[in-house]
């Protein structure tokens, strides 16, 4: 069984960066598309970017183009979002996913499984 643990969320002020981390448990990671979303209150879950299983591969929604870097390190399970520039807009629960398909996808039905979700707040 897969185990997906978010952890980096906060509070910080527009202009601050933030990274929030997702660490895999349970199965050879390398075997996984994995990707990011993030989710408002009373939305649709909304995709951020996801990063092909050797990392050589990325998208990216329009939202965190040329702010967001999405990235992974085999060898630690763990895979990244790296944050710049943040506005209040990005105000919201983060998620990652696991996705056992060849291919990176934005659709969320494509992916198995899902962490609990870390929340970031951008604030002034």
């Known amino acids: 069984q897969v185990r997906l643990i978010e952890s980096g969320g906060g509070s910080v002020h527009p202009g601050d960066s933030l990274r929030v981390s997702c660490t895999f448990y349970?199965?050879?990671?390398?075997?996984?598309?994995m990707g990011w979303f993030r989710q408002v209150p009373g939305m649709e879950r909304e995709f951020i970017a996801a990063?092909?299983?050797?990392?050589?591969?990325?998208s990216y929604a329009d939202s965190g183009k040329g702010r967001f870097t999405i990235s992974r390190d085999n060898s630690k399970n763990t895979m990244y979002l790296q944050m710049d520039d943040l506005k209040p807009e990005d105000t919201a629960t983060y998620y990652c996913?696991?996705?056992?398909?060849?291919?990176?996808?934005?659709?969320?039905?494509?992916?198995?499984?899902w962490g609990q979700g870390t929340q970031v707040t951008v604030s002034s």
């Open positions: 996913a696991a996705n056992n398909d060849r291919e990176i996808t934005a659709r969320p039905g494509a992916y198995e499984y």
């Open positions: 990063i092909a299983r050797w990392g050589g591969t990325t």
């Open positions: 349970g199965r050879a990671f390398t075997d996984y598309v």
